[in-house]
């Protein structure tokens, strides 16, 4: 409810209740906007803009997700691609060192 309203239903124009003309019913309507505040369930309108506000959220969650989602992937690949870099040069070193440590013969005791 507003003065509006009020106004529209006594079939006069909005504009016709004024303070300064009626202020015991303005302060009225005042009064009974403020007690019955919470009372009031939300427009069509309203609860539209709260859908679309949510729904704005959610696709921004959705967005940055996403892209923390493809920068792990691409430092999972990027761990993968040196794992396997780091295997290739362990092996390497590992055959230089066979090549270059002596070798001990292998005796066997006879009986």
């Given at each position: 409810m507003s003065q509006n309203n009020v106004a529209k239903e006594a079939g006069c124009d909005p504009s016709a209740?004024?303070?300064?003309r009626f202020p015991l019913v303005v302060?009225?309507?005042q009064e009974w906007?403020?007690?019955?505040?919470?009372?009031?369930?939300?427009?069509?309108?309203?609860?539209?803009l709260k859908k679309r506000g949510k729904n704005r959220d959610l696709r921004e969650t959705i967005s940055d997700l996403k892209k923390q989602r493809d920068a792990a992937v691409g430092k999972l690949a990027d761990a993968g691609l040196r794992i396997v870099e780091l295997t290739e040069r362990?092996?390497?070193?590992?055959?230089?060192?066979?090549?270059l440590q002596p070798r001990a013969p292998v005796l066997k005791l006879s009986d």
């Amino acid at each position: 409810m507003s003065q509006n309203n009020v106004a529209k239903e006594a079939g006069c124009d909005p504009s016709a209740l004024r303070k300064s003309r009626f202020p015991l019913v303005v302060l009225e309507i005042q009064e009974w906007v403020e007690t019955h505040k919470g009372e009031q369930p939300p427009s069509v309108r309203q609860r539209l803009l709260k859908k679309r506000g949510k729904n704005r959220d959610l696709r921004e969650t959705i967005s940055d997700l996403k892209k923390q989602r493809d920068a792990a992937v691409g430092k999972l690949a990027d761990a993968g691609l040196r794992i396997v870099e780091l295997t290739e040069r362990l092996a390497d070193a590992q055959a230089r060192l066979d090549e270059l440590q002596p070798r001990a013969p292998v005796l066997k005791l006879s009986d």
